[in-house]
Protein backbone atom coordinates (compact mmCIF):
# COMPACT_ATOMS: atom_id res chain seq x y z
CA UNK A 1 0.00 0.00 0.00
CA UNK A 2 1.44 3.44 -0.83
CA UNK A 3 2.54 5.18 2.15
CA UNK A 4 0.01 8.02 1.03
CA UNK A 5 -2.60 5.66 1.39
CA UNK A 6 -1.77 3.95 4.76
CA UNK A 7 -1.30 7.05 6.37
CA UNK A 8 -4.97 8.39 5.24
CA UNK A 9 -6.12 5.11 6.47
CA UNK A 10 -4.69 5.66 10.19
CA UNK A 11 -6.14 8.96 9.99
CA UNK A 12 -9.81 7.77 9.32
CA UNK A 13 -9.34 5.02 11.93
CA UNK A 14 -7.92 7.88 14.62
CA UNK A 15 -10.78 10.38 14.06
CA UNK A 16 -13.79 7.59 13.75
CA UNK A 17 -12.05 6.23 16.93
CA UNK A 18 -12.18 10.05 18.83
CA UNK A 19 -15.89 10.14 17.70
CA UNK A 20 -16.80 7.47 19.92
CA UNK A 21 -15.42 9.76 22.71
CA UNK A 22 -18.25 12.09 22.24
CA UNK A 23 -20.77 11.34 24.77
CA UNK A 24 -23.80 12.16 22.88
CA UNK A 25 -26.19 9.15 22.79
CA UNK A 26 -29.56 7.66 23.55
CA UNK A 27 -29.80 7.09 27.26
CA UNK A 28 -32.97 5.84 28.80
CA UNK A 29 -33.89 7.54 31.75
CA UNK A 30 -36.66 5.70 34.52
CA UNK A 31 -39.88 4.92 33.63
CA UNK A 32 -41.79 7.60 35.39
CA UNK A 33 -45.52 7.12 34.69
CA UNK A 34 -46.93 4.47 31.57
CA UNK A 35 -50.48 5.90 30.19
CA UNK A 36 -53.52 3.94 31.13
CA UNK A 37 -53.39 1.43 28.16
CA UNK A 38 -57.07 -0.07 27.22
CA UNK A 39 -55.84 -3.42 26.97
CA UNK A 40 -52.26 -5.55 26.70
CA UNK A 41 -52.40 -5.61 23.13
CA UNK A 42 -52.80 -1.91 22.46
CA UNK A 43 -48.96 -1.43 24.70
CA UNK A 44 -47.56 -3.95 22.90
CA UNK A 45 -48.22 -2.62 18.99
CA UNK A 46 -47.05 0.95 20.41
CA UNK A 47 -43.74 -0.66 22.42
CA UNK A 48 -43.20 -2.42 18.75
CA UNK A 49 -43.76 0.20 16.43
CA UNK A 50 -43.30 3.57 18.33
CA UNK A 51 -40.95 3.02 22.08
CA UNK A 52 -37.59 3.18 20.64
CA UNK A 53 -38.85 7.00 19.96
CA UNK A 54 -41.52 7.28 22.05
CA UNK A 55 -40.26 6.16 25.31
CA UNK A 56 -37.90 6.10 27.76
CA UNK A 57 -37.04 2.29 26.44
CA UNK A 58 -35.33 2.34 23.13
CA UNK A 59 -33.86 -0.22 22.28
CA UNK A 60 -31.08 0.08 19.48
CA UNK A 61 -29.12 -1.83 17.10
CA UNK A 62 -25.69 -2.41 17.59
CA UNK A 63 -24.53 0.25 14.76
CA UNK A 64 -27.10 2.78 16.24
CA UNK A 65 -24.23 3.15 19.08
CA UNK A 66 -22.11 4.30 16.41
CA UNK A 67 -20.46 7.66 16.09
CA UNK A 68 -21.50 9.72 13.64
CA UNK A 69 -24.44 7.74 13.43
CA UNK A 70 -25.17 7.79 17.45
CA UNK A 71 -25.06 11.61 17.47
CA UNK A 72 -28.36 11.71 14.27
CA UNK A 73 -30.44 9.17 16.32
CA UNK A 74 -30.09 10.56 19.61
CA UNK A 75 -30.66 14.00 18.24
CA UNK A 76 -34.44 12.28 16.57
CA UNK A 77 -34.97 10.28 19.62
CA UNK A 78 -34.90 14.19 21.95
CA UNK A 79 -37.05 15.05 19.46
CA UNK A 80 -39.37 12.26 19.71
CA UNK A 81 -40.00 11.90 23.04
CA UNK A 82 -40.17 15.85 22.99
CA UNK A 83 -43.44 15.66 21.40
CA UNK A 84 -44.40 12.19 23.20
CA UNK A 85 -43.12 9.60 25.62
CA UNK A 86 -45.27 7.23 26.85
CA UNK A 87 -43.24 6.77 29.61
CA UNK A 88 -43.96 10.28 31.30
CA UNK A 89 -47.28 9.97 31.45
CA UNK A 90 -49.03 13.24 32.18
CA UNK A 91 -52.55 12.92 31.92
CA UNK A 92 -52.58 16.94 30.95
CA UNK A 93 -50.38 16.52 28.26
CA UNK A 94 -51.90 13.74 26.81
CA UNK A 95 -54.64 15.35 26.65
CA UNK A 96 -54.99 16.38 23.32
CA UNK A 97 -54.40 12.64 23.18
CA UNK A 98 -56.32 12.45 19.67
CA UNK A 99 -53.52 13.37 18.01
CA UNK A 100 -51.71 10.37 18.51
CA UNK A 101 -54.21 7.96 17.33
CA UNK A 102 -54.73 10.22 13.85
CA UNK A 103 -50.32 9.83 13.38
CA UNK A 104 -50.54 6.42 12.83
CA UNK A 105 -53.83 6.85 10.58
CA UNK A 106 -52.25 9.38 8.54
CA UNK A 107 -49.73 6.73 8.15
CA UNK A 108 -47.08 9.89 9.44
CA UNK A 109 -46.33 7.37 12.43
CA UNK A 110 -44.26 5.29 12.67
CA UNK A 111 -42.34 7.39 10.16
CA UNK A 112 -41.86 5.51 6.61
CA UNK A 113 -37.69 6.01 6.58
CA UNK A 114 -37.62 4.01 9.76
CA UNK A 115 -39.77 0.76 8.59
CA UNK A 116 -38.93 0.74 5.00
CA UNK A 117 -34.99 1.55 5.26
CA UNK A 118 -34.16 0.75 8.60
CA UNK A 119 -33.76 -2.47 10.02
CA UNK A 120 -36.63 -2.02 12.47
CA UNK A 121 -39.55 -4.38 10.55
CA UNK A 122 -41.32 -5.31 14.01
CA UNK A 123 -42.66 -1.25 13.68
CA UNK A 124 -43.94 -2.46 9.96
CA UNK A 125 -47.93 -2.51 10.83
CA UNK A 126 -50.06 -4.90 9.23
CA UNK A 127 -53.03 -3.27 7.92
CA UNK A 128 -55.10 -5.27 10.79
CA UNK A 129 -52.47 -4.22 13.07
CA UNK A 130 -52.57 -0.45 12.53
CA UNK A 131 -56.31 -0.63 12.84
CA UNK A 132 -55.57 -2.47 15.92
CA UNK A 133 -53.29 0.31 17.21
CA UNK A 134 -55.81 3.39 16.29
CA UNK A 135 -58.63 1.36 17.75
CA UNK A 136 -56.29 1.02 21.09
CA UNK A 137 -54.94 4.52 21.04
CA UNK A 138 -58.30 5.82 20.57
CA UNK A 139 -59.51 4.06 23.55
CA UNK A 140 -56.38 4.90 25.72
CA UNK A 141 -56.08 8.64 24.74
CA UNK A 142 -59.28 9.94 22.97
CA UNK A 143 -60.73 9.89 19.28
CA UNK A 144 -58.30 10.89 16.20
CA UNK A 145 -59.23 15.05 15.65
CA UNK A 146 -58.73 16.92 12.33
CA UNK A 147 -57.45 19.85 14.44
CA UNK A 148 -53.94 20.74 14.61
CA UNK A 149 -53.45 22.34 18.18
CA UNK A 150 -50.39 24.36 18.78
CA UNK A 151 -49.61 25.65 16.13
CA UNK A 152 -50.10 29.38 14.65
CA UNK A 153 -52.00 30.58 11.25
CA UNK A 154 -49.94 28.59 8.67
CA UNK A 155 -47.82 26.52 10.54
CA UNK A 156 -46.86 22.84 10.38
C1 LIG B 1 -38.00 6.51 14.26
C2 LIG B 1 -38.54 7.27 15.35
C3 LIG B 1 -40.03 7.35 15.56
C4 LIG B 1 -40.94 6.32 15.64
C5 LIG B 1 -40.68 4.83 15.53
C6 LIG B 1 -42.22 6.93 15.91
N1 LIG B 1 -42.09 8.30 15.97
FE1 LIG B 1 -43.55 9.64 16.41
N2 LIG B 1 -42.21 11.19 16.19
C7 LIG B 1 -40.86 11.04 15.94
C8 LIG B 1 -40.23 12.36 15.88
C9 LIG B 1 -38.75 12.62 15.61
C10 LIG B 1 -41.25 13.29 16.14
C11 LIG B 1 -41.13 14.79 16.22
C12 LIG B 1 -40.98 15.43 14.90
C13 LIG B 1 -42.23 15.36 14.10
O1 LIG B 1 -43.28 15.81 14.57
O2 LIG B 1 -42.17 14.86 12.97
C14 LIG B 1 -42.50 12.51 16.33
C15 LIG B 1 -43.73 13.08 16.60
C16 LIG B 1 -44.86 12.36 16.95
C17 LIG B 1 -46.11 12.96 17.38
C18 LIG B 1 -46.40 14.43 17.53
C19 LIG B 1 -46.83 14.97 16.21
C20 LIG B 1 -47.06 16.45 16.27
O3 LIG B 1 -46.90 17.05 15.22
O4 LIG B 1 -47.35 16.97 17.34
C21 LIG B 1 -46.97 11.94 17.63
C22 LIG B 1 -48.40 12.05 18.12
C23 LIG B 1 -46.27 10.69 17.34
N3 LIG B 1 -44.99 10.98 16.93
C24 LIG B 1 -46.82 9.44 17.47
C25 LIG B 1 -46.15 8.26 17.16
C26 LIG B 1 -46.76 6.95 17.27
C27 LIG B 1 -48.18 6.68 17.76
C28 LIG B 1 -45.82 6.05 16.87
C29 LIG B 1 -45.98 4.56 16.74
C30 LIG B 1 -47.05 4.09 15.91
C31 LIG B 1 -44.61 6.79 16.51
N4 LIG B 1 -44.86 8.13 16.71
C32 LIG B 1 -43.43 6.23 16.08
C33 LIG B 1 -40.19 9.86 15.75
C34 LIG B 1 -40.75 8.60 15.76
Redo the contacts with the bound molecule.
Sequence with gaps: MPRAARLGLIVVVVVFVALQLVPKRVSNPAVRAEPPWDKPATRQ??VA??????SNRSHLAWFEHVAPLSWWIAG?????R???NFSEYDPNRHGSGG??????QKG????A???WF?Q?GE?K?SPADKDA?ITG?TATFGPAVGV????GPGG?
Design positions: LAACFNCHHVDDGGKLRIAREVSMPPYYTWHALLLREGRG
